[in-house]
């Protein structure tokens, strides 16, 4: 098949290219472009290599990210809105429990209404722990819920009926983060979100670190997006 140029050292097929942005998004496949051609300008990578496509499946993805801007949580609401009330709870549940992907996709009705805390055995370490509900989010869930059998899951399949799976709700959150201009967005988002804005409203990170179930402190703040964002801040004022 035909290859195109797509950047002024980069050829693939029009089926590749639109592979590649499918799977990326379009934010993460223009990074890993610029930084492929940056590297053959440099000499680093040959001008003209075997397969183009592989040199940017193979490229380390950006780091997952808190969203730090509220307006661009409100953005990522509104994009989630508009395509459905199950892809907006996803991600406010999300946001206001900090639970883990894996645990927010299976809850069922039952699990949330008319309750204040959620109760689980976590996907990742299989221990109980409980997760409180805010006023916000229950009042939410109470009127989502509304109508649903205590046994019908939250973020259902509309064609199985079955929770959604981790890649639908990745696909999901990249489309409407694509829409609201928010980068190195992933299911991970929703977690760190919740925790990056908890930490800046109480300043506590004894407590973070026992919601998040972290055996020190420091993994905590670097797992928020704090420690690298107080190296910054520092360097950004550092003059000599």
């Known amino acids: 098949m035909e290859k195109i140029r797509i950047a002024e050292d980069i050829f693939v097929t029009e089926k590749q290219k639109e592979s590649l942005e499918a799977q990326l998004g379009s934010h993460e496949f223009k990074r890993r472009l610029d930084q492929l051609q940056k590297l053959k300008d440099s000499g680093k990578r040959p001008k003209i290599m075997r ?28 994009a989630l809105r508009r395509n459905g009330e199950r892809n907006y ?24 209404r008319r309750r204040k805390y959620i109760v689980l055995k976590e ?10 509900l805010n006023q916000g989010i229950r ?45 190195f967005v992933g299911t991970h988002t929703l977690r760190k979100t919740f925790g990056y804005h908890f930490y800046k409203q109480y300043k506590d990170a004894s407590m973070l670190q026992q919601i998040f179930n972290h055996s020190s402190q420091s993994i905590t ?18 003059i000599l």
Do not use: W
């Open 51 to 78: 397969s183009d496509f592989q040199a940017l499946s193979a490229m380390a993805p950006r780091t997952v990210e808190p969203i730090r801007d509220r307006d661009k949580i409100e953005k990522m609401k509104k």
């Open 123 to 132: 996907e990742k370490t299989n221990k109980a722990k409980r997760f409180a």
């Open 139 to 183: 009042r939410e869930l109470d009127e989502y819920t509304r109508g649903m059998t205590d046994k019908e899951y939250l973020f259902a399949s509309r064609k199985s009926g079955r929770p959604i799976k981790r890649d639908r709700a990745y696909k999901i959150l990249r489309h409407a983060a694509e829409e609201a201009g928010c980068d």
């Open 221 to 238: 703040l670097r797992y928020i997006g704090i420690s690298q964002e107080e190296i910054d801040d520092a360097m950004d004022d550092f």
């Open 89 to 112: 709870m996803l991600f406010l549940t999300g946001l206001n429990t900090g639970l883990r992907i894996g645990d927010l996709l299976p809850l069922t009705a039952g699990d949330v």
